[in-house]
């Protein structure tokens, strides 16, 4: 029952096209300029022979400009976007607010062909004076896989240092999707690269009526699984997901500034665009005005899945407090979570805050010695360790330590921020480079909460279902809710065949099926969409009156609400 590749018909009035031939056909003969945008990870070299070829075959001339090669020096590149005061922290950097133009000492000003196209690509094209233009892309997983292997230019503006991470994460994805983002509204066209000799293309007002629909239904994001040292199975064996990886570990159920839509009629058929478009293009009808007024486009809550079934413990980390995150690191809010037992039992363990009797200086020096002389230690010497009760919610406000245990799975809920974790201790394990992974514990002890400890723990963070509404054959629950976070997680237990009425109320909505057959959202509007077990689906807020319809013939289902307070 569960999608891999949850789809989405194009706006009647949409042009969805694939192929290079079929793509090259929507250009016309000329004169004009032609401004493709993209970043990095795009295979620029294909994109420009393929459609080079195409337009000649029509007899159409092209001269190409690689926008790339006006770059400023990379020293001057790195100048402008990295902060001094980064540059003792091997860990982390402050998200950059650089504009993409600071990539250029002087752009280039390309004469207008007389005849045919000029093709002006690469990141930063859409700067260049232009008649028409397109974005290129490829999901955000590709950029991680290319920095991964070592890929040369896998970097913004440095086409040929060895790739980082570090990079990546803070300075090449928020300048790109910033730039994105400013273009969304006069795209010609959105051109999908996953498959470099099989593109997909879809017209820009096309597009964006295809937003203006989904923007008033529920809609899924297509799921993806990575591997990393401490992953388990579950995926692999129950959903099918990357059957030849070592592992799956981190679920990308909803991760809104790397989730996509599948835009389509079928996978020979379809593009995938950006969810965080949909929220750019339709803030309101997406996010309510409350929560856009509060985070402008930043979609606030994601859901993933950490897969230890099979795997290893997690790190013991926590993340940064609010004025931390925002001062040191440049997001507007910060990383609170929950942890919600998809799987779990009494033999395998959450650690959650820190014990009563806990020493921080002597936590301290034990993490100390971990990390420069390879000492283990053991975690429940210093941080409370609960049972993995399936079905249990565990609040992790910013600052409090914790980690899942090996064989759970579970259900993360909570605030977007995602590349912060304030690693304590993490096992003595190695990375894929076979090296000591990286431990940031300055900034762990910088924003430890000191106070989450004993049993205000079990009392605050470890909450017990409370009925908020309930009806026949079915009951709404608050599972957890706490001051300081900015939303709260319910949960319906619905019968075999039963209904449960609900209305977004000018608030998104976030579903997923935590145990059961699944269900099917009906709105007021008419839409129907399926919703089976571990999938998750977001319901704007426009959206309003909706019913949850439970599978018959099955047993109970259970399924988890997530909504801004």
């Not at 910033?178 to 051109?191: E, P, Q, S, V, Y």
Request: net charge negative.
């Amino acid at each position: 029952m569960y999608r891999l590749d949850p789809r989405y018909a194009p706006a009647p009035q949409a042009a969805l096209h694939t192929g290079w031939q079929a793509v090259a056909s929507q250009l016309p003969d000329g004169p004009a300029v032609l401004a493709v945008e993209g970043p990095p990870s795009v295979d620029w070299s294909v994109l420009t022979d393929r459609l080079t070829h195409e337009l000649t075959r029509r007899g159409i001339p092209v001269t190409v400009l690689d926008i790339r090669s006006h770059y400023a020096q990379p020293a001057l590149v790195r100048n402008r976007t990295e902060r001094l005061a980064d540059a003792d922290d091997s860990y982390f950097r402050k998200l950059a607010d650089n504009a993409l133009d600071d990539l250029f000492e002087t752009l280039p000003v390309p004469t207008p062909p007389q005849a045919g196209l000029l093709l002006v690509l690469g990141p930063g094209a859409a700067l260049v004076e232009h008649d028409l233009l397109w974005y290129a892309d490829v999901p955000k997983r590709y950029a991680e896989a290319a920095v991964g292997a070592g890929e040369v230019g896998a970097n913004l503006g440095l086409p040929d240092d060895k790739p980082d991470f570090r990079r990546l994460f803070y300075i090449d994805w928020p300048m790109l999707d910033r730039h994105r983002d400013a273009l969304a509204d006069r795209l010609d066209a959105w051109l999908d690269l996953q498959h470099p000799d099989h593109p997909a293309w879809i017209d820009g007002p096309g597009l964006r009526a295809t937003f203006t629909a989904l923007a008033h239904q529920p809609v899924r994001t297509r799921p993806y699984f990575n591997s990393t040292p401490w992953g388990g199975h579950w995926a692999q064996r129950e959903l099918g997901f990357n059957p030849d990886s070592p592992n799956t570990a981190l679920g990308y159920e909803l991760i809104a500034p790397e989730a996509g839509v599948l835009i389509g009629t079928g996978p020979e058929a379809q593009a995938e665009v950006p969810f965080q478009l949909l929220c750019v293009l339709e803030p309101l009808s997406v996010l309510g005005a409350e929560a856009y007024a509060r985070f402008g486009t930043s979609f606030p809550i994601r859901f993933d899945y950490l897969d230890t079934v099979g795997g290893g413990s997690l790190s013991v980390h926590c993340h940064p407090k609010e004025s931390y995150m925002r001062e040191r690191f440049g997001w507007d809010y910060t990383q609170h979570e929950t942890y919600y037992l998809t799987r779990g039992g009494t033999d395998t363990k959450v650690f959650l805050g820190l014990r009563e009797d806990a020493d921080v200086d002597v936590f301290r020096k034990e993490v100390e010695r971990a990390v420069t002389d390879g000492v283990p230690l053991d975690p429940e010497d210093h941080v409370l360790a609960f049972p993995a009760d399936q079905g249990q919610l565990f609040m992790i406000p910013a600052g409090t330590p914790h980690a899942s245990g090996a064989g759970n799975l579970v259900l993360e809920i909570s605030a977007t921020p995602y590349l912060y974790s304030l690693r304590f201790y993490d096992w003595l394990r190695p990375g894929t480079d076979g090296k000591p992974r990286p431990l940031p514990y300055e900034h762990g002890f910088a924003n430890l909460e000191t106070g989450r400890r004993g049993k205000s723990v079990a009392r605050d963070l470890v909450q017990e279902p409370r009925t908020l509404r309930e009806g026949t054959g079915w009951r709404e629950e608050v599972i957890g809710a706490l001051a300081e976070m900015f939303y709260e997680v319910r949960r319906f237990v619905l019968d075999a065949g039963a209904e449960a009425a609900d209305d977004t109320q000018g608030r998104f909505h976030i579903l997923n099926v935590v145990e059961g057959e699944g269900v099917t959202v009906h709105t007021a509007a008419g839409h129907r969409h399926e919703l089976a077990y571990a999938e998750t689906l977001t319901v704007p807020a426009s959206v309003g009156a909706y019913t949850l319809r439970a599978a018959a013939g099955g047993g109970p289902v259970r399924v988890v609400k997530a909504l801004v307070r």
